[in-house]
């Protein structure tokens, strides 16, 4: 089945930018999300990709998608400590489940 | 409603007992997902319902746990025999056709 990598910690600079980096396995995946988990609450879904996008671009956040390489990325524009949380990558393929990856905790210090 | 509600938002129980969980889904969202999310992890998949069919049921870890979604709509998930193990998350969230995962807030189990 499907398996969804992710490393699991980031720490940057207040106004820095933040890049966190998916792997998937399944190439015939349809859509690639970002999802943001604040302690104590549910997956909140920030933004995702069809599979024949390279990229999208929604105010800070870019998402960036090398179909080749099986590779998601989600980068962060003046990341503020806000941004603090875990962001999860999930991948879907029509009529199946959604498979997330075991998130990145990302650490925003002033 | 507005959003996938989750009912009860903290269950507790003692090992052995019976649960039920309760996820009302957006309106007309015709996908409903049930997910278990441990401490640390990502959410694991247990069932997935196209109206009121499971289509996809093979997360669930063993025959103590079962779902149902008798008219499409809210969906139960229900635990027998509950073992210290099963303490984690349960995350619902809904869907239309394809596209986007909404998800609600969860329910937290804790066994003792």
Redesign the interface.
Known sequence: GEDVEQSLFLSVREGDSSVINCTYTDSSSTYLYWYKQEPGAGLQLLTYIFSNMDMKQDQRLTVLLNKKDKHLSLRIADTQTGDSAIYFCAVYNYGQNFVFGPGTRLSVLP | GAGVSQTPSNKVTEKGKYVELRCDPISGHTAL?W?RQSLG?????LI?FQGTGA??DS?LPNDRFFAVRPEGSVSTLKIQRTERGDSAVY?C?SSRQ?????????SRLTVL
């Open positions: 997902y997910y992890q990502g959410p694991e998949f997935y289509a996809d997360g995350l969230a394809t596209g986007e995962l909404f998800f609600g807030e969860g």
